[in-house]
């Protein structure tokens, strides 16, 4: 006896069914609406890895210097990125634990002039004056922590205009030697590829942070404080490690930054410069890519755009300011890559 297999007819759907669509095949580009694959992502970052290393070798020393500058502000604005984007503090102050940093880097460059030495030495200067200051900022929230963590960065450049060697003229440094034995990096090109290699370390350290449960814990501060409390959760020691960290990436930047300019003043730690990190961080909307791709932006906005308009790059980043406070909260999160949450 011969049987014939058939497929079953599907079932309709009940009155109370939700309809669905069957699955369709994706032709060519994505729909701007899907998330980007795990490949397709993985081509992008090693698509801008590759610009990004063979980029001394494709422009001049401009914008070199220029595109050093930029990765020094996106290790800051990592920093900014930390409290705000993490934990719901906005931080205007980070420019003066990125002058901690500077100055440490500065006074260990008397002794030796290896980088890696002064990328540690700066962070741990930046991450101890974070620790004493932070005791005072994390007790406030909203927009007192906004003026608080500012009155600390002006008591900070305060501080190095009567203290920090060099006063307000500042202090020269010598060129940074990347490893044992080799030459001091004096041409452009090699400084930003030091500077590169920097920020991308830190830049992978951070996303390990974001996808642990520190940083879900401080999700949940950010989202909802007194649950949290009730639930056992001490938030004050929480908010103070995330601040010392942010402070420790902050003095980080302030290393890199001298390996830039072989120069520390206590203008690095001006209010405007904080001002930029926020903003980066504001345009990155919660994302850490974003904040990064904000402050290079920025950082082109004010001294290129700004060059080209006739020294009008404050003025660009004070318009930049304004309409991140009143537009609305879209920036650039739908063109940058969000780190994913922890999921218990």
Same mark, same amino acid.
């Given at each position: 006896?011969?049987?014939?297999?058939?497929?079953?007819?599907?079932?309709?759907?009940?009155?109370?069914?939700?309809?669905?669509?069957?699955?369709?095949?994706?032709?060519?580009?994505?729909? %701007?609406? *899907? &998330? !980007?694959?795990?490949? @397709?992502?993985? $081509? =992008?970052?090693?698509?801008?890895? +590759? #610009?990004?290393? /063979?980029?001394?070798?494709?422009?001049?020393?401009?914008?070199?210097?220029?595109?050093?500058?930029?990765?020094?502000?996106?290790?800051?604005?990592?920093?900014?990125?930390?409290?705000?984007?993490? %934990?719901? *503090? &906005? !931080?205007?102050?980070? @420019?003066?634990? $990125? =002058?901690?940093?500077?100055?440490? +880097? #500065?006074?260990? /460059?008397?002794?030796?002039?290896?980088?890696?030495?002064?990328?540690?030495?700066?962070?741990?200067?930046?991450?101890?004056?974070?620790?004493?200051?932070?005791?005072?900022?994390?007790?406030?929230?909203?927009?007192?922590?906004?003026?608080?963590?500012?009155?600390?960065?002006?008591?900070?450049?305060?501080? +190095?205009?009567?203290? /920090?060697?060099?006063?307000?003229?500042?202090?020269?440094?010598?060129?940074?030697?990347?490893?044992?034995?080799?030459?001091?990096?004096?041409?452009?090109?090699?400084?930003?590829?030091?500077?590169?290699?920097?920020?991308?370390?830190?830049?992978?350290?951070?996303?390990?942070?974001?996808?642990?449960?520190? +940083?879900?814990?401080?999700?949940?501060?950010?989202?909802?404080?007194?649950?949290?409390?009730?639930?056992?959760?001490?938030?004050?020691?929480?908010?103070?490690?995330?601040?010392?960290?942010?402070?420790?990436?902050?003095?980080?930047?302030?290393?890199?930054?001298?390996?830039?300019?072989?120069?520390?003043?206590?203008?690095?730690?001006?209010?405007?410069?904080?001002?930029?990190?926020?903003?980066?961080?504001?345009?990155?909307?919660?994302?850490?890519?974003?904040?990064?791709?904000?402050?290079?932006?920025?950082?082109?906005?004010?001294?290129?755009?700004?060059?080209?308009?006739?020294?009008?790059?404050?003025?660009?980043?004070?318009?930049?300011?304004?309409?991140?406070?009143?537009?609305?909260?879209?920036?650039?999160?739908?063109?940058?890559?969000?780190?994913?949450?922890?999921?218990?």
């Amino acid at each position: 006896m011969t049987t014939t297999l058939s497929p079953s007819p599907s079932p309709s759907p009940g009155p109370g069914a939700i309809a669905t669509r069957p699955p369709t095949s994706r032709p060519g580009l994505l729909p %701007a609406w *899907l &998330p !980007p694959t795990a490949g @397709a992502v993985a $081509l =992008a970052a090693a698509a801008a890895a +590759a #610009a990004a290393v /063979a980029l001394p070798w494709l422009v001049n020393g401009y914008v070199i210097a220029l595109a050093a500058t930029g990765l020094v502000m996106a290790v800051l604005a990592m920093s900014a990125q930390l409290l705000v984007g993490l %934990a719901g *503090l &906005p !931080p205007l102050g980070q @420019a003066a634990y $990125l =002058a901690v940093g500077a100055y440490t +880097a #500065a006074t260990i /460059a008397t002794l030796t002039n290896l980088g890696p030495i002064q990328l540690l030495a700066a962070t741990a200067g930046g991450a101890v004056a974070a620790a004493v200051t932070g005791l005072l900022a994390v007790r406030t929230r909203g927009t007192t922590f906004l003026m608080v963590t500012f009155g600390l960065g002006e008591l900070l450049h305060a501080a +190095a205009n009567a203290w /920090a060697p060099g006063g307000s003229e500042g202090v020269h440094v010598t060129p940074v030697v990347a490893l044992p034995g080799l030459p001091a990096m004096v041409r452009p090109g090699w400084v930003y590829l030091y500077v590169l290699a920097g920020a991308l370390l830190i830049g992978v350290g951070v996303a390990v942070l974001v996808r642990t449960r520190f +940083a879900l814990l401080l999700r949940g501060i950010a989202a909802h404080e007194p649950r949290m409390r009730a639930d056992g959760h001490h938030t004050g020691r929480l908010l103070l490690a995330a601040y010392v960290i942010a402070g420790g990436i902050a003095g980080a930047a302030g290393a890199l930054l001298i390996a830039v300019t072989r120069y520390v003043s206590p203008a690095d730690a001006a209010m405007g410069v904080s001002a930029l990190a926020l903003a980066a961080a504001l345009i990155g909307s919660g994302s850490m890519t974003g904040a990064c791709t904000g402050a290079i932006l920025l950082v082109v906005a004010r001294d290129w755009v700004g060059g080209l308009l006739g020294g009008h790059g404050p003025t660009l980043l004070g318009l930049a300011f304004l309409l991140l406070a009143y537009l609305p909260r879209h920036r650039l999160a739908g063109l940058t890559i969000r780190f994913p949450r922890r999921r218990t």
